[in-house]
């Protein structure tokens, strides 16, 4: 009780400063923005280092490329929304991420500060290479499902959640019913953006704790060739309708060897920012599946092309006025692979408890066990135990960098795969990604080494252990 009484103390006068601060921000925007990131140290504290704040100052001090960035967005969002996200996900984000590495730390594993699930498996669409497809489009967790994973979840600590699918606004009158009740939760949505209304819209800006994340594949051809004709300008059209009532929104887009030059380039990016887009989150393609499309896997010289591309894109100086983030090849970022628990988790619509949305094996399910004993099951306390699966950051994932990894833990812990159509063995899945990641080995090790010096690749290490015991 007495710790409720302190949150609510902390959120109320978190919630006057943003107002004053906002207010200034509006009338004077620089000054205004320096103000909002005081506030958030005192609010964050240590979670991010000292010098990441005076950055931050020194970058919004000055007319530059993010204080135009967030002169775009105060131009035409709905300052009640915007106040709302920066409570939700960013007030109780951050108090439920120091909350959740307490109760972490109390009981010596990890546990998740973003948990995503699916509400549906059911889609309005068919998209080629989409892992969800692999799932029966039959299988939904019901109202009581979903608000049991986010009632536990607040529990421990956790206060992000994001919904995929499927298509999570098949859904939609149950995900504004739990964005109502836990009001205190920010949820970010992967969508495909056809099934957005103006009554969606109506029902976000009182929720105010929701973002839309929606897919794309590029330009009209490219995205109507994976998604189906028309597609791309519904998206577009929706995107229209969310500026038009000052909604904050992104975009999620996955890169193949297809497409990754298009969805990166001057001409895309220009025309993202013009349709009012903020974010966008690059997902490298995985072969997940029986039945994958090997084809589509970028190669290493593509991947490279990423590893310099999105960091041109968003650095503090030059670049473009958009956050990105490439979840493959930042991991140096997050300190490896953020899966198994580390940082989230995802549950299928059949309440599976899987590491991550492209690793289907599990061993627990959340109508049988409680969150914390799902997210405390065997194949999690393996992921907990090998972090990092490299020391090169760069080769993150124990699927698609180390497949030996999945394979061993999998098999480990007697996991069992979670697909509904056609169950593949870890060992098969991980069989596909050898070439690739013994290909993309060397080129991460030289990207780097780059940044580390110090740093010696692993079959270096090897070849001087051997030769030392000669």
């Known amino acids: 009780m007495a710790n409720k009484i302190v949150h609510a103390a902390e959120r109320k006068a978190f919630e006057l400063v943003l107002d004053n601060v906002g207010k200034k921000a509006i009338k004077n925007r620089e000054e205004g923005y320096v103000e909002v990131i005081n506030t958030l140290q005192k609010v964050l504290g240590d979670t991010w280092k000292p010098e990441a704040y005076d950055r931050l100052r020194e970058t919004f001090s000055k007319e530059g490329k993010w204080t135009k960035f967030f002169n775009n967005l105060l131009d035409y969002v709905d300052i009640d929304f915007l106040k709302g996200i920066f409570m939700s996900f960013g007030f109780e984000g951050a108090m439920g991420y120091r909350e959740v590495q307490k109760t972490a730390k109390k009981m010596g594993t990890t546990l998740p500060w973003v948990i995503l699930f699916d509400p549906t498996s059911a889609c309005n669409l068919h998209c080629t290479g989409c892992w969800a497809s692999e799932y029966s489009r039959q299988l939904n967790l019901s109202y009581e499902d979903m608000d049991k994973i986010v009632t536990e979840g607040k529990a421990y600590g956790c206060h992000l959640y994001v919904m995929t ?65 028309g597609v791309f300008q519904k998206v577009m059209d929706t995107m229209d ?76 100086e030059g670049g ?11 991991g140096e970022w997050v300190g490896g692979c953020i899966a198994g628990g580390k940082a989230y988790c995802h549950i299928n619509p059949n309440g599976d408890m899987e590491p991550c949305v492209f690793i289907h094996y599990s061993g627990a399910n959340i109508h049988e066990k409680s969150l914390m004993e799902c997210l405390t099951q065997p194949l999690f306390q393996e992921y907990h135990r090998g972090q990092p699966f490299s020391d090169n950051l760069l080769r993150p994932c124990p699927f698609l960098e180390n497949p030996g990894k999945l394979t061993e833990m999998v098999q480990k812990t007697g996991a069992h795969s ?40 692993e079959a270096e290490r090897k070849g001087n252990a051997a030769g030392d015991a000669k």
Request: charged content about 30%; hydrophobic content about 35%.
């Open 241 to 316: 309708l969310l500026r038009k009532n000052g909604l904050v929104y992104g975009v999620s887009i996955c890169y193949t060897s297809a497409n990754y030059k298009n969805v990166t380039s001057d001409e895309f990016l220009d025309f993202l920012i013009s349709k009012g887009v903020t974010y966008g989150w690059y997902f490298h393609f995985m072969p997940t599946g029986m039945d994958a499309a090997m084809d589509l896997v970028p190669k290493p010289e593509d991947r490279e092309y990423m590893y310099h591309r999105i960091r041109e894109v968003r650095g503090f």
């Open 320 to 330: 473009k006025p958009i956050f990105l983030m490439d979840f493959q090849n930042d």
């Open 418 to 457: 979670t697909d509904m159509q056609e169950p593949e063995s870890a060992d098969h899945l991980c069989k596909k990604v050898e070439p690739y990641a013994k290909a993309w080995t060397p080129v991460a090790d030289k990207l780097w080494k780059s940044d580390h010096p110090d740093y010696i690749p």
């Open 165 to 229: 699918g499927g298509e999570p606004t098949v859904r939609k009158k149950d995900v504004f019913k739990l964005a109502h009740k836990h009001s205190d939760c920010g949820f970010m949505l992967y969508t495909n953006g056809t099934l957005v209304d103006q009554a969606f819209c109506d029902e976000m800006k009182e929720c105010k704790n929701i973002l839309l994340s929606m897919s794309i594949e590029g330009m009209e051809a490219s995205t109507d060739a994976r998604r189906g004709e």
